[in-house]
């Protein structure tokens, strides 16, 4: 990618405000403390200034509450990271009956990409979160998308072990993509060559000719086209490799999307 150059009143209130007299700040105070606004909220805080810039107590401001109120619902950070993973996740529907694999594939590739950089912030979290907690561990909504495109797969003449082998393909493509995308590729945006826009000048004269040839390409790079382009290749050989359905259409670059 090109550089980046809630009106009920809480049952917890009566309670809080009869132990604390100072009030939390924040502009949610008459609204429901409920686990789902922690994590909106945590989304938010996240959204703006990254999983460092997370705290219980920042999350307390931001949900108008005292911390104590928080940990009610979710006891410490990691839980919290884990419950934002979990909401994003939630997003990402997988429709098992599609007439067409092939289009559904694409479509959820295309909705997970549009999800992260909705959230950039919390793409690491999308990546490692759910590989670190053991799969019964997981969040329903974690795991949801690989039980409906095994149900996709299977349905449509793929053995489970096989359908299981194209989802890690495909997220393990879709992980790699997203955090390349998100990377700044640019060193020198206002430059008009683009060897000096990538600060290849900075490499050895005489080596690695190929990436100087390809500097044109790499300046311009463009996440949409080259999300349709990884999924051409992989499920090309996906098609070639897997015995399964028979002769799937394999839609090609003319439907890649022409703009991000």
């Known amino acids: ?9 809480s049952p917890f209130v009566v309670a809080e405000s009869s132990n604390n ?32 810039g997370l705290s219980m107590r920042r999350l307390a401001e931001a949900v108008g509450r005292d911390p104590m109120v928080i940990y009610r619902h979710v006891p410490n950070k990691a839980a919290v990271l884990d419950g934002v993973t979990e909401s994003v996740f939630g997003q990402l529907s997988v429709d098992p009956a599609a007439s067409d694999w092939v289009a ?12 992260a950089l909705a959230h950039p912030q919390v793409v690491p979290l999308l990546v490692t979160r759910p590989l670190s907690t053991p799969l019964g561990q997981r969040a329903p909504a974690v795991v949801r998308p690989l039980e409906d495109i095994l149900a996709l797969l299977t349905r449509v003449g793929y ?22 995308e ?26 690695f000719p190929l990436v100087r040839n390809l ?3 790499l300046a311009t790079y463009d ?9 051409d290749i992989l499920l090309a050989g996906l ?3 897997l015995p399964g359905p028979g002769d799937a259409t394999l839609p090609g670059p003319e439907d890649a999307p022409a703009t991000r």
Do not use: W
């Open 1 to 9: 990618m090109l550089a980046r150059s809630r009106k009920e009143r």
């Open 21 to 52: 007299s100072k009030k939390p700040r924040g502009g949610r105070r008459d609204s429901p403390v409920t686990r789902a606004a922690v994590l909106s909220a945590a989304l938010e805080v996240i959204d703006r200034d990254g999983v460092d």
């Open 104 to 115: 559904e594939v694409r479509r959820v590739a295309r909705d997970f990409r549009r999800l």
């Open 159 to 180: 053995t489970e072990v096989d359908a299981l082998h194209i989802y890690r393909a495909l997220f393990g493509f879709l992980y790699g993509h997203v955090l390349n």
């Open 182 to 207: 998100l990377q700044e590729l640019v060193e020198r945006p206002e430059e008009t060559d683009d060897l000096l826009r990538l600060g290849l000048y900075r490499l050895p004269i005489g080596e």
């Open 215 to 217: 500097a044109s390409v």
């Open 223 to 231: 996440g949409a086209v080259e999300l349709e382009r990884g999924l």
């Open 239 to 241: 098609a070639a490799t």
